[in-house]
C-alpha cells in the first residue's frame, strides 16, 4: 500500500511538471488579455456628415469607474472630429459624466476625461465584460476630398506614450494595464565657476547639461510608467473616406464601379456586406440597386454627362 501511495505521488508530480512546462511555453502573446481598448475601422463617403467612429474596451477582471484618452488622426486632410456629443445611449458610458476637446484646437485629436459618479459607490461603473458593446461613439465629418487624392485613410491613432493623458481607473484608484517601473537616471553637470588657487577643485556653481562632456554626474532613481502590455493591449483604428459611387473601393469612379455593381448584385460577388458600403449608394435614396448601376452610367456616359453621385449623409 504504501509502495502504490508513493507511486501514485510520483506520477502526480511528474504530471504536475509536465502541466507547468506546457503552460510556461505558451507565449504571452497568444494569452487574453485582461484589459484591451480598441478603435474601429471605418469607411465613409467624402463629404459624409455625422460620421459614427466607435470605441471599444474589454475588461475581464477589473471594474472601470474612470476613463481618459487621447485619440490622434493621422491625416487632417480626409476628417475632423466633431465635439457638439458624442453618443452613450446603449454604451458602455451611458449615464457617465464626460468632457471632451481638441487638444490641439483644430478637431484633429479628440480627447474624454470621464467618470461613473460618485465613490464609492460608483452606480454607472464598468462591471468586467467582453467588449461587444461600445465604449462610445465619436463623432465626424469627411472633407469633401478630390478624386485624385491618393492617401484616403486616416489612421485613428491612441496615444499611450504619454500616460498623463491616459488612464482606467478601477474603484480603488488603480491604472488598470499600466506598468510602474523604477529605473536608474543619469544627469550631467558642467561647472561654471570654479573657486580661485588653492581651491581650484572646487566648483562653485554646477549646471545640468544634456549630454557629456561634463565634469560630473549623478545617478537617483526615478519612477516610470508604460502600458504594460503582458495584460494589455490598445489597437488603432482607420476610417477610409471614398468618392460617392466608388463601388470597388479603388478611390476612383468610373466603369470599373459599374461592373462591380453588376457583379455583386447579379453575379457571382453577390455578398449583404455590400449593401453597407456607403459609397455604393450612387443616386442617394438609400438602397443599392439597378437605379444606382443606371444613375453611374448617365453621370460617365450620358450626353450630356448626368449629375455627380451624391450618397446619403453628404452635404
Known amino acids: 500500500m504504501f509502495l502504490t ?27 487574453d488579455r485582461a484589459f484591451e481598448l480598441w478603435a474601429g475601422d471605418v469607411i465613409a463617403v467624402s463629404g459624409q456628415q455625422n460620421i459614427e467612429f466607435p470605441i471599444y474596451m474589454r475588461n475581464t477582471s477589473d471594474t472601470i469607474v474612470g476613463v481618459q484618452f487621447w485619440l490622434i488622426m493621422s491625416n487632417p ?9 458624442i453618443i452613450t445611449e446603449g454604451m458602455l458610458l451611458e449615464n457617465w459624466g464626460y468632457t471632451i476637446s481638441s487638444l490641439g484646437g483644430q478637431n484633429h485629436d479628440f480627447y474624454i476625461v470621464a467618470g461613473a459618479g460618485d465613490p464609492p459607490s460608483y452606480p454607472d461603473a464598468i462591471l468586467p465584460q467582453d467588449g461587444s ?38 474603484k480603488y484608484g488603480n491604472s488598470v494595464g499600466i506598468r510602474i517601473d523604477t529605473v536608474p537616471d543619469t544627469s550631467w553637470w558642467e561647472c561654471t565657476v570654479w573657486a580661485d588657487p588653492p581651491n581650484e577643485e572646487i566648483c562653485l556653481n554646477w549646471e545640468r ?15 516610470v510608467s508604460s502600458l504594460d502590455t ?27 464601379d459599374i461592373l462591380e455593381f453588376i457583379d455583386v448584385l447579379y453575379g457571382q460577388g453577390k455578398d449583404d456586406q455590400f449593401e453597407l458600403l ?30 455627380p453621385p451624391i450618397c446619403p449623409g453628404v452635404y
Do not use: W
Not at 486632410?77 to 456629443?85: K, N
Not at 455604393?280 to 453611374?296: E, R, S, T
Open 5 to 31: 501511495r508513493l507511486l501514485q505521488s510520483a506520477a502526480y508530480q511528474y504530471l504536475s511538471v509536465i502541466i507547468a512546462i506546457v503552460l510556461l511555453g505558451i507565449p504571452a502573446a497568444a494569452q
Open 77 to 85: 486632410d480626409l476628417v475632423e472630429f466633431t465635439f457638439d456629443s
Open 133 to 170: 458593446i461600445p465604449l462610445l461613439k465619436i463623432m465626424a465629418d469627411a472633407y469633401t476630398v478630390p478624386d485624385t487624392l491618393t492617401d484616403s485613410v486616416a489612421v485613428q491613432h491612441f496615444i499611450v506614450e504619454n500616460l498623463s493623458h491616459f488612464c482606467f481607473a478601477d
Open 209 to 223: 547639461i544634456s549630454a557629456p562632456p561634463a565634469d560630473s554626474f549623478s545617478i537617483e532613481d526615478i519612477v
Open 230 to 256: 503582458t495584460i494589455a493591449r490598445v489597437t488603432d483604428g482607420s476610417m477610409i473616406v471614398l468618392p460617392c459611387g466608388d463601388a470597388n473601393c479603388d478611390r476612383s469612379v468610373n466603369l470599373l
Open 278 to 307: 456607403p459609397a455604393a449608394d450612387a443616386n442617394g435614396d438609400g438602397q443599392v440597386n439597378l437605379l444606382d448601376i443606371l444613375f453611374l452610367i448617365d453621370h460617365l456616359y450620358g450626353d450630356p454627362p448626368g449629375p
